[in-house]
């Protein structure tokens, strides 16, 4: 015996595994029994109608049962799968993948699956069974299974006879039983399944369909207790054909005498090989293997019953679908462990096998689609030449086509391309000579911009020199007035000229700070206090906002974040900004209307926004755009370089600088500069 472990979490169902599991529920609601089997011949739900007080009562017991069964919260079903053979069967194999597919498909619940494959081949013999029933008991003693799938008619013989001992009140799903089998037991409330049918006369009958002349008919089928019970039933099924084909039956061979005698079969014979588990020296085989080695020898093809030996040498035939069962069984039992009873889950029933092709054999042996029936399925198909490359060749074909056109085309355009070649010669000659004379215009143009901005350097310095030079002239016309009204007021003048020897110092700085925008485009930034710098800025105007009549209205903030700036530069901005808010506001007669708003903002932790806002005329809506462009000016005596030069200052910096009305009357310019960030 040996035992295998696999244990499945939760996953997601795939969409094919829900559309199979929707045509096995299909299949299971109309399963029936042939008439005189089990229960008068009715399946279980008609069982349900005829006793009405009995199913309900049974399926009380089943639910209660399995209740005490049901694992603890958290914890995996336990699913115990009782093989009839060894479990290095290919069947078993089949089978098991069946049931490892469907139990996956299952995302609300955690099945692991025990594994036992004993050889219960062997249950007529007393001794071997105690022995079996003991070693199961001790086992499963202390860990009950939650379901029970035994799989062929010995494992499902075994459990009918010895379950209850074993595991009382456990649900069995059988899967692979006999037909016959299932249909002469009384099953309990908790046994249900899925038969399966051996097609004896279904395949042969498919053989005869697809080979016409054949005569004669070897079946192959080995020794021992399987064999005798196979052979017995399959020349059962068989005995209708034996009146117009000739049978031989190769019984218990050797490999090496049955590989002989199969190579020796004459070409109107058909093999249907039903499985030799063991020939007549005692000696076991795989199905698969002999099959793979008897596929090498023979010349007439194979028919078999079961779709696990297609890949191994078989054409086809009337087949179980071991892995399709298998999967079906585990819907089944899904059922049974989410609740159901198993009495409320019908016995699924075949009584035929579909029609089952492997496609390389198909082609091995020349025999094409057409011969086959109209429901037949084929594993494998092998495509014909236009099947397999129909796309390839579709896009050859238009590849081919179009290329043919274009052949065509370039045929007629011949003659054309000639003249264009021509035509393409002279216009490259026009634009040769059009490159020269653009080459000379760009250098008269760049001798003209440069002659322009050295005009507009010039503008701008004798605009900027100009304001100290008027606050040095006021500061000394101030001076004088105060000397000629009282000489004693020596104090006020020592600070009349000390502000005079500091616009000096200033227009030396503004000379020295054009220069180096002559020579350099960048400016130097660093941290400057705007609070620090606006106060210096407001001292130094004073006297000219004093002598229009005008006064600064600005709240200090000294918890305003630094930004980085040229001090120099920014001074120049804002200097320029309030002059010429103080002079937008000189027609004004109230005296209360000529202030200069000044507002300090942090836009987010990395812009300072500086707003100036005077109750001047305005400037039309028209003309906000264009004021910043050099030589713009709405003054009589205005050179328009002011504003001009204040926004290559402020985009300097990585700011921007721009005018809006004052919804107060006037116009209000903001700029924006970068906070020194830490």
Known sequence: MKNQTITYTDGPAHTKTQERTSGSAERCAGARFPEGRRGGGKC?????????????????????????????????????????????????????????????????????????????????????????????????????????????????????????????????????????????????????????????AGTLELALHVHPRTRRVAVIVGSGDVGRQIESDARSALQPFEDRLEFSWLRGLPLAELTEAVSKLPDDTVILYLAQLQDRTGKTYVPVNTLRDLSLVTNTPIYGLWDTLLEHGLIGGRMVTLKEDGFQAAQMALRILRGEAPAAVPVVHREGNRAVFHGPELARWNIGEGRLPADSRIIHRQLSFWEEYRTEITIAVLVIGIQGLLILALWLNQARLKQARIALQDEFNRRRQAEVVTASQRRRLAKFSKERTLGALATGIAHEINQPLIAIQNYAQAAKRRLHSDPAQTAKLNELFDKIEQQSGRAGDIIQHIRMLVTSDDAELRPVSLYTLLDHVTRIIGVEFETRGCRIDYRPRPDLPEVLADELQIQLVLVNLLLNAAQSMQSLEDKADKRVLIDIDPINDREVQVSVADRGPGIPADRLEGVFEPFYSDKVDGMGVGLAVCRDIIEAHGGRIWCTPNPSGGAIFRFTLRAAVE
């Not at 001794?127 to 086992?139: F, Q, T």
Request: glycine share 6%; aromatic share 10%; with cysteine.
């Open 44 to 200: 279980a739900h008609i069982n349900a109608r005829v006793l009405p007080g009995v199913l309900p009562a049974l399926a009380l017991v089943m639910f209660c049962a399995l209740a005490e069964a049901a694992p603890e919260q958290g914890g995996p079903y336990q699913v115990l799968v009782l093989h009839s053979f060894r479990n290095s069967l290919p069947i078993n194999t089949d089978w098991y993948d069946g049931l490892v597919q469907g139990f996956s498909s299952a995302s609300d619940l955690r099945v692991e699956m025990d594994i036992e494959s004993p050889d219960l081949s062997s249950l007529g013999n007393a001794d071997y069974v105690s022995k079996l029933l003991d070693v199961y008991r001790h086992s499963y003693s202390e860990r009950k299974p939650h379901l029970v799938i035994p799989t062929y008619t010995p494992a499902l013989q075994f459990l009918l006879d010895h379950g209850e001992s074993l595991f009382p009140g456990v649900p069995i799903v059988f899967l692979g039983a006999d037909y016959r089998f299932v249909a002469s037991r009384q099953l309990a409330p908790n046994v249900t399944g899925i038969s399966s049918y051996l097609d004896f």
